[in-house]
């Protein structure tokens, strides 16, 4: 499979890993690059890539067909991934998780199925994830995700892309057409917005400040390398099958306690640096994904996110590219932390 593919959310932090992945290893593809640059989506994220004969950027909102329609007759394509991701910003305010994520997909969907005289584009791929499932007990470590798991989602983020989830499950369902959706675990590497707890804890570090650890830290989450996750999207991009369901997962499953000292030890830094503060609202306590299903018919499996090497890697990313994150950080992020945390120093 190859031709032209619609991407949303290229410039948020695994669609600029995404579009670089899909560039440099299936010459194949072309990328139209759809992003509306909201608080997270950054043109930075990918200034190498700007003039590469195979890539085009357009900015725009998914919840506005006039803008979708037309990019979907040169779609070959699609691969859904411009959504609100962030569970705390969803507990605050869960309208914008609504609008982005269920309408929005509602919206690409439609226009993907209308597209060519209604023949529709070729395949359409929906980026979902892990939080679907809900969570599973500490005290039962046996247990995984599989697709077959109950969808059963704890925070309004989870709830919105549970909805999308379902929609493309009814779009193949009744109009026939071609739809794959992954479901993948916690990303992890560069280009990753400060809000989430990698770069978050990585950045405050670099400043001297205190990391802000939720609970009793015992949550657990698989980390998986987002180049892993990207090579996974391509294989059932090109692989899967329509109607289908596949878990992404990284193999990797960590407290955040262990998390955050593995940080501190990359970092040279002690255990004073952590600040336990409450709890967030509903906090699912772990994650788990059994990637069987994926490995078995389509053979892949996460190679990049083995710990803790991959994590140092990242960790050395952000220590790297300060200016990224301080012009990313002084945007619209700074009075969102603020209103969490206080002002930054
Ligand atoms: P996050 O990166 O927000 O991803 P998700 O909620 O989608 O799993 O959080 C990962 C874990 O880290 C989650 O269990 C919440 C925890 N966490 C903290 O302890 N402190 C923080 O400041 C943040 C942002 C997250």
Redesign the pocket.
């Known amino acids: 499979m190859s031709g032209t593919m619609l991407l949303t959310g290229g410039c948020g932090f695994i669609g600029s890993n995404f579009v670089r992945f899909v560039l440099a290893n299936r010459p194949g593809w072309s990328i139209i690059n759809l992003d509306s640059l909201s608080y997270s989506g950054n043109l930075e994220n990918l200034t190498d890539i700007e003039g590469h004969p195979r890539y085009r950027f357009v900015k725009g909102d998914i919840c506005d067909a006039d803008t979708v329609a037309p990019l979907m007759e040169e779609a070959d394509a699609v691969v859904h991934m411009a959504a609100e991701?962030?569970?705390?910003r969803s507990i605050l305010d869960s309208r914008p998780f609504i609008v982005s994520n269920v309408l929005g997909t509602q919206t690409l969907l439609d226009a993907a199925r209308r597209a060519k005289g209604g023949a529709g584009v070729g395949r359409f791929l929906l980026v979902s994830t892990d939080?679907v499932y809900g969570s599973l007990p500490l005290e039962r470590p046996d247990l995984r995700f599989t697709e077959e798991s109950p969808l059963r989602p704890n925070s309004p983020y989870a709830a919105s892309k549970t909805s999308a989830d379902l929609l493309a499950r009814a779009y193949h369902h009744t109009f026939s057409m071609d739809i794959v959706v992954t479901r993948c675990s916690?990303n992890f590497g560069p280009y990753q917005f400060p809000?989430?707890?990698?770069p978050?804890?990585v950045t405050n570090l670099m400043d001297g400040a205190q990391?802000?650890?939720?609970?009793d830290?015992k949550?657990v989450?698989d980390w998986v390398h987002v180049d892993d996750h990207c090579e996974a999207v391509l294989t059932v991009l090109e692989k899967g099958r329509a109607g289908e369901v596949y878990n992404i997962g990284g193999n990797n499953e960590r407290s955040?306690l262990e998390l955050t000292r593995t940080i501190l030890e990359i970092m040279g830094k002690g255990p004073e640096m952590i600040r336990p503060?409450a709890d967030?609202l509903g906090?699912?306590r772990r994650?788990a994904i059994d990637g069987g299903k994926i490995e078995r018919e389509l053979g892949w499996r996460p190679t990049r996110s083995r710990w803790p090497g991959a994590l140092a890697a990242t960790v050395d990313w952000y220590v790297t590219n300060r200016s990224w994150w301080e012009r990313v950080r002084s945007g619209a992020y700074r009075e969102y932390y603020a209103r969490q945390y206080g002002a930054l120093s």
Not at 85 to 88: A, G, K
């Open positions: 991701s962030h569970v705390d939080e916690n809000e989430k707890v990698i978050l804890f990391v802000p650890l939720y609970g830290g949550n989450r955040n503060v967030r906090h699912d994650y």
